[in-house]
């Protein structure tokens, strides 16, 4: 007869129950997996700023100093850089997929002139600070590590990034100070111009009002004159009232 405590029963039946577990087991990971990778009906996500204050003050700033260049955010290096052998490329994905820069400066054909960072409350660690600065100087891209407090002046920072001189950026402020100045003198003018004509439309009416002195039609009563004088310039039809 045999017992629990048989050792050919054991022998059989514990590889039996450690082969069932290791089945359940693996049947239970699986389905945990599928349900972390099912799409939620409620995606529990919300929206947020894209700068905390900070950065947005200087993103502002640097959107004025160039005004003729796009300022990019947060865009992680990998976008921008592409390794030499292509084989390492995903070596170098990995490495540097998560370092990114605050601010990305770029013309408008998308070629990046270069990158600032704007540090927190707990600064930029040196690490970090120097992969950075080693990567994009090493590809002939600037730099800079600014804060709102202690800003470089528009001149500094574009000669850095664009090459331009002093001259050529006071040169470059002095056109659009005048072009500034021809597109108001222009918008005066067509308002002086909007106004005339419209005075002159207001008034055409009057030559062919009742008693004037040539000799318009005199059968409208005079107090339809006085009382209703207000509608006269928002006519503006060339010909007699019916």
Known sequence: MLTWTNPWLLAVLIPALLALGAVLHASWESYRARQRRRIPKHWPLSTRSLTNSEEARVWHWLARAFYDHHIMIKLPVTRFTLPRNREQGMHWYRLLGGVYCTFTICKADGRVVGCLDVPGTSGIPRATRLLKHSLLTQIGLPYWVIKSGNLPSVAEIRAEFLGESMTT??????????????????????????????????????????????????????????????????????????
Do not use: C, Y
Request: glycine residues 2%.
């Open 169 to 242: 950026q006071a040169m470059r402020e002095r056109e659009m100070e005048e072009r500034a100045i021809i597109a108001a003198q222009s918008n005066l003018r067509s308002a002086i111009s909007r106004q005339r004509s419209s005075r002159q439309s207001d008034f055409s009416p009057l030559s062919n009002w009742p008693n004037s002195t040539t000799g318009a039609r005199s059968d409208f009563p005079s107090q339809w004159q006085e009382d209703n004088s207000f509608l006269v310039p928002l006519d503006s039809r060339k010909g007699d009232l019916l």
